[in-house]
C-alpha cells in the first residue's frame, strides 16, 4: 500500500484524456498532473528536444514525491520513453505499447489507421510495436498537426475543427482500414468529429483505456497501489496559461479543477 501520487505529464491538455481513465479505472490512486503548455507542440519539434522536455517533465513530477510516472504524450513516449526508462529507477508507463495493443484487438481486416503528431508519424513507433504484436498489420499513418492547437483553445466543437478533421481525415477512408488510432492524447477530445467523417464502419482507438490498466498492473505488480480513495487529491500543473488549462480541462473532464498553478519548468 502506497498513497503517493502518480505523475501524470502532456505537453498540454492533451494527457487529461488519460486521466480521464486513471479516475475512472483507479479511484483510490491520487495524481500529479503536469501540462507544459508554455512549450506546446511537443509533435513538430525535434527528438532530442522532446527528449529534453520529458526528462524535465520527470524531474518536476519527483519533486512532487510520485510514485509512478505516465507519460500521456505520444510524441514524448515515441521520442523518449526508452532513454527515460534507463535513466529512472521508479515506473514509468507510455502511452504507445498501450495504443499498439489495443489498435490489435479493434482490427479483423489486419489494417490500421494511425493518426498523431509528426513526430509519432515519423519515430516509427507505432509500426514497432504493432508489429511485434502481430505481424500481418498493415499500417497507414497520417500527421494531423492542426488538430493539437484547436483543442489546446478548446475548438473542439467549432466549424474549424470540423473542416481541418476533413481535410486530413477524408483520404483515409478508402485505404481499406476498420480500425483508426488517436494516437496523440490530444485527439480523443475530437473524437466525436472524428467519428462522424470516418463512420460506423472505421472503429476509433482511444490509447488511453489500455495505458490506465497498464498502470493498473504494474501498481499490483509492485505492490505500491492505493487501497483507499478517502485520501485521493487532483493536483494540476502548467508552464504557462493556467487559466485557459482550467477552463478547458474542467469542460473535458466535468468536474472541477481546484488547484491548476503556473510553474517554471525551465529550471528543472
Ligand atoms: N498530446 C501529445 C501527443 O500525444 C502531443 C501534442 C503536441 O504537443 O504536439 O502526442
Not at 479511484?27 to 507544459?36: L, M, T
Not at 489507421?113 to 505481424?135: M, R
Amino acid at each position: 500500500m502506497d498513497s503517493r501520487p502518480i505523475g501524470v505529464f502532456d505537453s498540454g491538455i492533451g494527457g487529461l484524456t488519460v486521466v480521464k481513465e486513471i479516475m475512472e479505472q483507479l479511484p483510490n490512486e491520487s495524481i500529479v498532473y503536469f501540462g507544459d503548455t508554455a512549450r506546446v507542440p511537443y509533435g513538430t519539434k525535434s527528438k532530442e528536444t522532446v527528449t529534453k522536455y520529458s526528462f524535465q517533465c520527470i524531474n518536476f513530477l519527483l519533486e512532487k514525491k510520485v510514485k509512478a510516472i505516465v507519460v500521456a504524450c505520444n510524441t514524448a513516449s515515441a521520442a523518449s520513453l526508452d532513454a527515460i526508462k534507463q535513466s529512472y529507477d521508479i515506473p514509468i508507463v507510455g502511452v504507445v505499447e498501450p495504443g499498439a495493443i489495443a489498435a490489435c484487438e479493434v482490427t479483423k481486416l489486419n489494417k490500421i489507421g494511425i493518426i498523431g503528431t509528426e513526430g509519432t508519424v515519423s519515430s516509427g513507433a507505432y509500426e514497432k510495436e504493432i508489429n511485434i504484436i502481430n505481424n500481418d498489420v498493415k499500417m497507414v499513418l497520417k500527421a494531423c498537426p492542426l488538430f493539437v492547437p484547436i483543442v489546446e483553445e478548446g475548438w473542439q466543437d467549432t466549424e474549424i475543427a470540423k473542416l481541418t478533421a476533413k481535410e486530413y481525415l477524408e483520404g483515409l477512408k478508402g485505404n481499406g482500414i476498420d480500425a483508426l488510432v488517436m494516437a496523440c492524447t490530444h485527439y480523443p477530445l475530437l473524437e466525436q468529429t472524428i467519428g462522424e467523417i470516418m463512420g460506423e464502419d472505421i472503429q476509433l482507438v482511444n490509447p488511453a483505456f489500455e495505458t490506465a490498466k497498464a498502470l493498473k498492473t504494474v501498481l499490483h505488480e509492485l505492490n505500491i497501489h492505493s487501497k483507499s480513495s478517502k485520501s485521493s487529491s487532483y493536483e494540476f500543473y502548467v508552464s504557462d496559461n493556467p487559466v485557459k488549462f482550467k477552463k478547458v480541462g474542467e469542460n473535458f473532464l466535468k468536474k472541477p479543477i481546484s488547484h491548476v498553478q503556473k510553474i517554471d519548468i525551465e529550471k528543472y
